[in-house]
């Protein structure tokens, strides 16, 4: 396999790259107190990116990935189609979250604003990125973003998700995608 294939391919200030996966602080958007304010994390998956963004696009297959334990289930029936469209989750607290879909683009890129139900959205995304290496092969990457994010009481749980957190997310993921 080629080096090049190994690289963190978001557009991220990373420079460096593990084979498994990659993660990295995008340092540029930081907050005034040195918290990075968008993280990634990135893999090559053994699968081929129509399985990988299914179990993405599928809001009822997500609390099987979720790698901070957060999500605990979603209704059936609410698949992603396009930018525009509005899914629930209730999370493992019991809180029924809204997530506005802003990015779309079928088995490539999906990303989702959440919120309470019936509110704005606060100002943070949740974004996959999927870029095929070859008919088998996939570089998934994920990213939190809270460049936006105004609710000062999310402020903490934003500090929290770090490079780690969305790793665990993509191991599951990967998991689930290999063994299909």
């Known amino acids: 396999m080629a080096v090049a294939a190994l690289r963190l391919r978001h557009e991220s200030p990373c420079g460096w790259y593990r084979p498994s996966s990659a993660a990295c602080f995008d340092s540029g958007m930081t907050t005034g107190d040195g918290f990075p304010r968008v993280v990634s994390a990135s893999r090559e998956v053994a699968a081929r990116a129509d399985v990988i963004f299914e179990l993405i696009a599928d809001p009822a297959q997500q609390p099987r990935w979720d790698g901070n334990d957060n999500l605990a289930e979603a209704a059936p029936g609410q698949r992603i189609r396009r930018a525009g469209d509005v899914f ?6 019991g809180q029924v979250r809204e997530n506005h879909v802003v990015e779309f683009d079928e088995g490539r890129r999906i990303a989702w604003r959440p919120a309470e139900p019936g509110r704005q959205p606060p100002g943070h995304v949740w974004r996959w990125e999927l870029d095929p290496i070859d008919p088998t092969h996939t570089r998934v990457t994920h990213t939190y973003d809270w460049t936006e994010l105004s609710d000062e009481k999310r402020l903490p749980r934003a500090r929290a998700t770090t490079p780690d957190k969305l790793d665990a997310s993509l191991e ?4 689930l995608a290999e063994s299909d």
Do not use: I
């Not at 599951?172 to 998991?175: F, I, M, N, S």
């Open 88 to 93: 629930t989750m209730t999370t493992t607290k």
């Open 172 to 175: 599951r993921l990967a998991g």
